[in-house]
């Protein structure tokens, strides 16, 4: 079974405060997605990476792919109340067939 | 349409009825997927289709569940005999079908079985 674990379940911070969510598993990627997902919508795409050790930024958004390409992060600096709403990793084994998602981490920035 | 889109948006069901949700994909998108989420966790992959045809259905909780596309475009998911445990937003997404291709999804079909 190929399992993607995510942490934490859940955030709760002030606006302005930093933060770190994890995504990881025992297999390699072939690639890895974040999505964020707010309420009655479906999840929007931020970032795909697909090097080991790729770093890509998206604003105040840094994402990380672990050398190994088993695991990755995502690091929101400065967080602002919009950034609220449910981040979710996947992880794609098999080229294109399908994606297979982390349980997610709800958000909740606190003006 | 511009996105993928689903219809209903919201189903309210007796348990033991039959429902069928559909998804209208991106023009040109040859691969299509039907995952399920319930209320605040991730999602669970059902199926996926590339053109008409369906090489992964691994995801289906029953034989229960059932999914066709035709014509390489509109998909349809069926739950028959509805249970309370089916009640979940299920989400359509699609994409060009090549790895690394971004997945776009609709807004979803929130069901309720009551």
């Known amino acids: 079974t190929q399992l993607l674990e995510q942490s934490p379940q859940f955030l709760s911070i002030q606006e302005g405060e930093n933060l770190t969510v994890y995504c990881n598993s025992s297999?390699?990627?072939?690639?890895l997605q974040w999505y964020r997902q707010e309420p009655g919508e479906g999840p929007v795409l931020l970032v795909t990476?697909?090097?080991?050790?790729e770093v890509k930024k998206l604003k105040r958004l840094t994402f990380q792919f672990g050398d190994a390409r088993k695991d990755s992060s995502l690091h929101i600096t400065a967080a602002q109340p919009g950034d609220t709403g449910l981040y979710l990793c996947a992880g794609d084994w098999e080229y294109g067939n399908k994606l297979v998602f982390g349980a997610g981490t709800i958000l909740r920035v606190k003006s | 349409g511009a996105g993928v889109s689903q219809s209903p948006s919201n189903k309210v069901t007796e348990k033991g009825k039959d429902v069928e949700l559909r998804c209208d994909p991106i023009?040109?998108?040859?691969?299509l997927y039907w995952y399920r989420q319930s209320l605040g966790q991730g999602l669970e992959f059902l199926i996926y289709?590339?053109?008409?045809?369906?090489?992964?259905k691994s995801g289906l909780p029953s034989d229960r569940f059932s999914a066709e596309r035709t014509g390489g475009s509109v998909s349809t998911l069926t739950i028959q005999r509805t249970q309370q445990e089916d009640s979940a937003v299920y989400l359509c997404?699609?994409?060009?079908?090549?790895?690394?291709?971004?997945?776009?999804f609709g807004e979803g079909s929130w069901l309720t079985v009551v």
């Open positions: 023009s040109g998108h040859t691969a």
């Open positions: 990476v697909v090097t080991g050790g």
């Open positions: 997404a699609s994409s060009l079908g090549n790895s690394g291709n971004t997945i776009y």
């Open positions: 289709f590339q053109g008409n045809s369906a090489p992964d």
């Open positions: 297999s390699v990627f072939s690639s």
